[in-house]
């Protein structure tokens, strides 16, 4: 089965400090993205990072990196100097093709707690 | 630039009622889209989603369906609501393969 598996329900992290989410997942793709959402208690989902699968660096955005292990089929997120409004759930997602349509799974989610 | 409407933002049905909750896109053509249901605290469950217009494909059997009757709308409907269908439904659209998804801001259905 294609799955995308957040292991960390939730995470705390101090501010201004560093925290890491896991992100494990398993695609038959030969060639993806990945993707990190971020949810604030306003519940919309916003694109954090994505991770294109056949490049060997890492995705940055500000703050926000990637450590991206291929063989390991290994995504996690790192925030780097963490603020306040950090605090929300993350989703990781992954594509998967099934009946010949692809498609996006994501994670059960991380929640982040940012504590001043 | 590409936005998505997504309404109500709020909703409350009694059981039994029907529904019909709304989603478009503007700024593209052809874009693939996506109903998911989430609940509170939970991951995101994908319930639909379709690659063009009149073409649904459904994720999860329940009493729930779909509809695509323009390029960039997508329709959530019910004949009738039960309890277990209260949650929180976002609607997505991706231009094509390996794309990221853009979600709505939801609608916070609940049953009574």
């Known amino acids: 089965a294609q799955t995308v598996t957040q292991s960390q329900p939730e995470m705390s992290v101090q501010e201004a400090e560093t925290v890491t989410l896991s992100c494990t997942y398993d695609t038959s793709e030969s060639d993806y993205y990945l993707f990190w959402y971020k949810q604030p208690p306003s519940r919309q989902m916003i694109l954090v990072i994505r991770?294109?699968?056949?490049?060997?660096q890492n995705a940055t955005e500000n703050r926000f990196s990637v450590n991206f292990q291929k063989a390991a089929k290994s995504f996690s997120l790192k925030i780097s100097d963490s603020q306040l409004g950090d605090a929300a759930m993350y989703f990781c997602a992954a594509p998967v093709t099934q009946g010949g349509s692809e498609k996006l799974v994501f994670g059960k989610g991380t929640k982040l707690t940012v504590n001043p | 630039s590409q936005t998505i409407h997504q309404w109500p933002a709020t909703l409350v049905q009694p059981v039994g009622s029907p529904l019909s909750l709304e989603c478009t896109v503007e700024g593209t053509s052809n874009p693939n889209l996506y109903w998911y249901r989430q609940a509170a605290g939970r991951g995101l469950q994908l319930l639909f989603y379709s690659v063009g217009i009149g073409q649904i494909s459904s994720e999860v059997p329940q009493n729930l369906s779909a509809s695509r009757p323009q390029d960039r709308q997508f329709i959530l409907s019910s004949k009738k609501l039960l309890l277990s269908d209260s949650g929180f439904y976002l609607c997505?659209?991706?231009?094509?393969?390996?794309?990221?998804?853009?979600f709505g801001d939801g609608t916070r259905l609940s049953i009574l």
């Open positions: 991770q294109e699968a056949y490049k060997q």
């Open positions: 997505a659209w991706r231009r094509s393969f390996n794309q990221p998804q853009h």
